[in-house]
T-cell receptor, first 112, second 111 residues
Framework: DAGITQSPRYKITETGRQVTLMCHQT?????MFWYRQDLGHGLRLIYY???????DKGEVPDGYVVSRSKTENFPLTLESATRSQTSVYFC???????????FGQGTRLTVV | QQQVKQSPQSLIVQKGGISIINCAYE??????FPWYQQFPGKGPALLIA?????SEKKEGRFTISFNKSAKQFSLHIMDSQPGDSATYFC??????????FGTGTSLTVIP
């Protein structure tokens, strides 16, 4: 199916563990983004990528790592999860010249 | 520093009424202002968007009003329906760059 998909949809992990959230898009969009959504903060940008092998920090990058070896995939890794990283994470993509960003369904991550 | 400020945080409107959500920005380089709608358990989806060269854009019951001099823009939902109950985010971007989102408005339309 065409679109943008995130996995897993739900994840519970323990403090200090490494966890990776996956994002895959089928449109070959140049831009991909990771946001976290928290009550009272809206959507805050963690990292974004303008193309394969090009990534850049957003507003709240600390504690996160990204990579983009292929255009269609943009995984987000929490190297050592903390309770403050409990959130809903959204991946989004946008074409190089387009304006609309398309969002995935989100991953609800709970760090205990 | 919040690049886009959104108000109110929550809004309750009677069915058939007008819902109004306001946003303000500081960066005059922003050239694209979308509104996203999000239902529970779903990702945000584009509702309507405007560029600063027009003062108003209407799509069905949804209208964006844009005031470039005041650096403000707002979403008006006419004849609000219970199905419009959702969270609404305004955003701003410079074409080709990242989006900055407001903090969201939770809209409840009472039947």
């Amino acid at each position: 199916d065409a679109g943008i998909t995130q996995s897993p949809r739900y994840k519970i992990t323990e403090t200090g563990r490494q966890v990776t959230l996956m994002c895959h898009q089928t449109w070959s969009h140049s831009y991909m983004f990771w946001y976290r959504q928290d009550l009272g903060h809206g959507l805050r940008l963690i990292y974004y990528s303008a193309a394969a092998d090009i990534t850049d920090k957003g507003e709240v990058p600390d504690g996160y790592v990204v990579s983009r070896s292929k255009t269609e995939n943009f995984p987000l890794t929490l190297e050592s999860a903390t309770r403050s990283q409990t959130s809903v994470y959204f991946c989004a993509s946008r074409s190089g010249v387009g304006t609309e960003a398309f969002f995935g369904q989100g991953t609800r991550l709970t760090v205990v | 520093q919040q690049q886009v400020k959104q108000s109110p945080q929550s809004l309750i409107v009677q069915k058939g009424g007008i819902s109004i959500i306001n946003c303000a920005y500081e960066n005059t380089a922003f050239d694209y202002f979308p509104w996203y709608q999000q239902f529970p358990g779903k990702g945000p989806a584009l509702l309507i968007a405007i560029r600063p060269d027009v003062s108003e854009k209407k799509e069905g019951r949804f209208t964006i009003s844009f005031n470039k001099s005041a650096k403000q823009f707002s979403l008006h939902i006419m004849d609000s329906q219970p199905g419009d109950s959702a969270t609404y985010f305004c955003a701003a971007s410079i074409t080709g760059n990242q989006f900055y989102f407001g903090t969201g408005t939770s809209l409840t339309v009472i039947p």
